[in-house]
């Protein structure tokens, strides 16, 4: 029974890791919260559901096609609204994200109209036991997809020049610039991958759910968000680990009887751990600096 | 004392010249203008990021809502019960998570706001989801307007008071501040008091002018739009609040003839202002020192003119 909780919750804690790799990169190099980030994950989720009904496509190509969609949105969105805004205080990029989170949700509400889309049938239901643990096809898919792309996006950060790029940048804006790095365009790379991994997530949270809405980025956005801060926002392994530990808490208390409280569960979570680990599971302290 | 109160809670003077939709809008406007001056003494002017003002409100709504209804007490005491549980819990708030920085603080007040707003969501002397009806319609637009003027005033006395200046004074450097004598955590925690009392004001008020209450009015986005007003008219600045307020609470109202397309545009409205005003509207502009800057080059116009 606590096995079939944590396996669970491991699933679900998959997709959220994948949506807070995308705020904890962005915030690591720009300090920027993105609000906008979770509505990149709704969209991603509907280009799949698009890919699979109208150009009758299976889900490989469907996933490809959504991160590949989300990349150029998420790009195009720095370019846009923060990157004018770069260098002037703290607050107005984040207003600037917050009005584009209201502008992709509209859309897509006007596009789509509000109420929640099925996710067409592109897995079979197939059930595997081990024991008493029960696994089913998606869940599989889930697990292995959100490893490989994070397994990939490590990979990246660790040997490609441009992923030593961004760490250099997230060190320390200046001085990578002043070492010959083009920040903007790491920044822009930035965004690129964390949009493309939301948009993984959006499909995959999708099939698991089999529900696509034009809300559904509001409330994965912000518990993502709670994750990424939870295991130290900036850090990737933090906010895979945050990702997971949000995921397994939230169907533990689920199982455990809250569920009426169910959305509340992160954000208790959240300011327990900021209150006793003020920088996250895994982040550096802040230094105080005159 | 009754008379006063009946004068207050009379609209027929607006009525004369507006229709009730334009005075509905109105006491609207002047509602959301008290919370977001109550954010302004966080944000604006002490510099500590809040993501979860509207949960604020929401405790003064209820807790106005229930004062009146529930326990039967007269609407001026519902308004100031709404006020001071907002600023209980703002307290208690306060004190743990004051102590975080920067972000960490604004992301602690997001969750808090999100907390509050499902446990409202599960209440039963709330209504839970199906939400809270039947408040009596006290709220008139002669009184918001009096809170209004209240509030700036009590806004303006406050900002250029000793303690005004130390909430500044930790804005602009913190340490610093410090080093000067000023008792950081003490003069946060009094503005955060502050602050939140008058949006649980603003909410009773809210409360008592819609009749109905429900938890999913007070979501995140409502705290986001509250901070929009202030970062939009620019930080710290009261003018500038009222600016982007009024603008921001009326654009909707306007854009209505565009119907559905109404928030699309609003959401690319706040992504051009910024770009366009990055400190906000009225970031960095003193008016006063703007009107005494015109005045003086007139001086010099004149003076040179003489010559």
């Given at each position: 029974?606590?096995?079939?909780?944590?396996?669970?919750?491991?699933?679900?804690?998959?997709t959220?890791?994948?949506?807070?790799?995308?705020?904890?990169?962005?915030?690591?190099?720009?300090?920027?919260?993105?609000?906008?980030?979770?509505?990149?994950?709704?969209?991603?989720?509907?280009?799949?559901?698009?890919?699979?009904?109208v150009f009758?496509?299976?889900?490989?190509?469907?996933?490809?096609a959504?991160?590949?969609?989300?990349?150029?949105?998420?790009?195009?969105?720095?370019?846009?609204?923060?990157?004018?805004?770069?260098?002037?205080?703290?607050?107005?990029?984040?207003?600037?994200?917050?009005?584009?989170?209201?502008?992709?949700?509209?859309?897509?509400?006007?596009?789509?109209?509000?109420?929640?889309?099925?996710?067409?049938?592109?897995?079979?239901?197939?059930?595997?036991?081990?024991?008493?643990?029960?696994?089913?096809?998606?869940?599989?898919?889930?697990?292995?997809?959100?490893?490989?792309?994070?397994?990939?996006?490590?990979?990246?950060?660790?040997?490609?020049?441009i992923?030593?790029?961004?760490r250099?940048?997230?060190?320390d804006?200046?001085?990578?610039?002043?070492?010959?790095?083009?920040?903007?365009?790491?920044?822009?790379?930035?965004?690129?991958i964390?949009?493309?991994?939301?948009?993984?997530?959006?499909?995959?949270?999708?099939?698991?759910?089999?529900?696509?809405?034009?809300?559904?980025?509001?409330?994965?956005?912000?518990k993502?968000?709670?994750?990424?801060?939870?295991?130290?926002?900036?850090?990737?392994p933090?906010?895979?680990?945050?990702?997971?530990?949000?995921?397994?808490?939230?169907?533990?208390?689920?199982?455990?009887?809250?569920?009426?409280?169910?959305?509340?569960?992160?954000?208790?979570?959240?300011?327990?751990?900021?209150?006793?680990?003020?920088?996250?599971?895994?982040?550096?302290?802040?230094?105080?600096?005159? | 004392?009754?008379?006063?109160?009946?004068?207050?809670?009379?609209?027929?003077i607006?009525?004369?010249?507006?229709?009730?939709y334009?005075?509905q809008?109105?006491?609207?406007?002047?509602?959301?203008?008290?919370?977001?001056?109550?954010?302004?003494?966080?944000?604006?002017?002490?510099?500590?990021?809040?993501?979860?003002?509207?949960?604020f409100?929401?405790?003064?709504?209820?807790?106005?809502?229930?004062?009146?209804?529930?326990?039967?007490?007269p609407?001026?005491?519902?308004?100031?019960?709404?006020?001071?549980?907002?600023?209980?819990?703002?307290?208690?708030?306060?004190?743990?998570?004051?102590?975080?920085?920067?972000?960490?603080?604004?992301i602690?007040?997001?969750?808090?706001?999100?907390?509050?707003?499902?446990?409202?969501?599960n209440?039963?002397?709330?209504?839970?989801?199906?939400?809270?009806?039947?408040i009596?319609?006290n709220?008139?637009?002669?009184?918001?307007?009096?809170?209004?003027?209240?509030?700036?005033?009590?806004?303006?006395?406050?900002?250029?008071?000793?303690?005004?200046?130390?909430?500044?004074?930790?804005?602009?450097?913190e340490?610093?501040?410090?080093?000067?004598?000023?008792?950081?955590?003490n003069?946060?925690?009094?503005?955060?008091?502050?602050?939140?009392?008058?949006?649980g004001?603003?909410?009773?008020?809210?409360?008592?002018?819609?009749?109905?209450?429900?938890?999913?009015?007070?979501?995140?986005?409502?705290?986001?739009?509250?901070?929009?007003?202030?970062?939009?008219?620019?930080?710290?600045?009261?003018?500038?609040?009222?600016?982007?307020?009024?603008?921001?609470?009326?654009?909707?109202?306007?854009?209505?003839?565009?119907?559905?397309?109404?928030?699309?545009?609003?959401?690319?409205?706040?992504?051009?202002?910024?770009?366009?005003?990055?400190?906000?509207?009225?970031?960095?502009?003193?008016?006063?020192?703007?009107?005494?800057?015109?005045?003086?080059q007139?001086?010099?116009?004149?003076?040179t003119?003489?010559?």
């Amino acid at each position: 029974m606590l096995g079939q909780q944590l396996l669970n919750g491991l699933t679900l804690g998959a997709t959220y890791a994948l949506i807070a790799l995308g705020y904890t990169m962005v915030y690591g190099i720009i300090q920027l919260i993105n609000f906008a980030h979770g509505e990149i994950y709704m969209v991603g989720a509907f280009v799949g559901v698009l890919m699979v009904t109208v150009f009758k496509q299976g889900l490989v190509v469907s996933l490809v096609a959504a991160m590949l969609t989300c990349m150029i949105i998420g790009v195009s969105i720095e370019r846009i609204a923060y990157r004018p805004l770069r260098g002037s205080t703290r607050l107005s990029p984040l207003i600037s994200a917050i009005g584009v989170s209201i502008f992709l949700q509209t859309l897509m509400t006007k596009v789509q109209g509000p109420q929640p889309v099925g996710f067409p049938h592109v897995i079979e239901d197939a059930i595997y036991k081990f024991g008493s643990l029960e696994i089913t096809k998606v869940q599989i898919l889930i697990l292995v997809v959100a490893s490989l792309l994070m397994a990939g996006l490590t990979f990246i950060v660790k040997y490609v020049k441009i992923g030593k790029a961004m760490r250099a940048a997230s060190e320390d804006y200046d001085a990578a610039s002043l070492m010959g790095i083009n920040v903007n365009r790491v920044i822009s790379f930035t965004f690129a991958i964390g949009s493309s991994l939301a948009a993984a997530g959006g499909v995959l949270v999708g099939i698991y759910f089999n529900s696509v809405s034009p809300l559904m980025g509001v409330s994965a956005g912000l518990k993502a968000f709670c994750a990424a801060v939870l295991g130290g926002i900036g850090s990737i392994p933090g906010a895979m680990l945050g990702g997971i530990f949000l995921g397994v808490a939230e169907t533990l208390g689920i199982a455990g009887g809250f569920d009426l409280y169910k959305d509340a569960i992160a954000f208790t979570l959240l300011i327990v751990v900021l209150l006793f680990r003020p920088t996250g599971l895994l982040g550096r302290p802040i230094q105080r600096k005159v | 004392m009754d008379t006063i109160f009946n004068i207050l809670l009379n609209d027929s003077i607006f009525k004369a010249f507006l229709n009730d939709y334009y005075i509905q809008v109105l006491t609207m406007l002047g509602i959301y203008l008290i919370g977001s001056l109550g954010l302004n003494l966080i944000t604006g002017v002490t510099g500590q990021l809040s993501f979860g003002h509207a949960a604020f409100l929401s405790i003064g709504a209820y807790a106005s809502a229930i004062t009146s209804l529930k326990l039967g007490m007269p609407f001026p005491i519902a308004i100031l019960a709404g006020g001071v549980m907002a600023s209980i819990w703002g307290i208690l708030l306060g004190f743990p998570t004051l102590r975080l920085s920067g972000d960490y603080l604004g992301i602690a007040t997001l969750g808090f706001g999100e907390i509050v707003r499902v446990v409202f969501l599960n209440l039963s002397i709330t209504g839970g989801a199906l939400g809270m009806a039947g408040i009596p319609r006290n709220s008139s637009l002669t009184l918001v307007i009096f809170v209004v003027f209240f509030t700036i005033w009590a806004m303006y006395r406050l900002e250029n008071s000793r303690f005004g200046r130390a909430l500044v004074a930790i804005r602009e450097d913190e340490i610093a501040a410090e080093a000067m004598g000023v008792n950081i955590t003490n003069s946060k925690i009094v503005a955060f008091a502050l602050g939140t009392f008058f949006a649980g004001v603003s909410g009773g008020l809210y409360a008592h002018l819609l009749t109905y209450l429900n938890p999913s009015d007070f979501g995140f986005l409502k705290s986001f739009e509250f901070l929009t007003f202030v970062v939009l008219g620019g930080l710290g600045s009261i003018p500038g609040v009222i600016l982007g307020t009024s603008i921001l609470t009326l654009a909707p109202e306007f854009l209505r003839f565009i119907a559905d397309y109404r928030m699309m545009v609003y959401g690319l409205l706040m992504v051009f202002m910024m770009i366009v005003r990055p400190r906000g509207l009225l970031g960095g502009v003193r008016l006063s020192r703007v009107f005494k800057k015109k005045l003086s080059q007139r001086d010099k116009a004149s003076a040179t003119g003489a010559n």
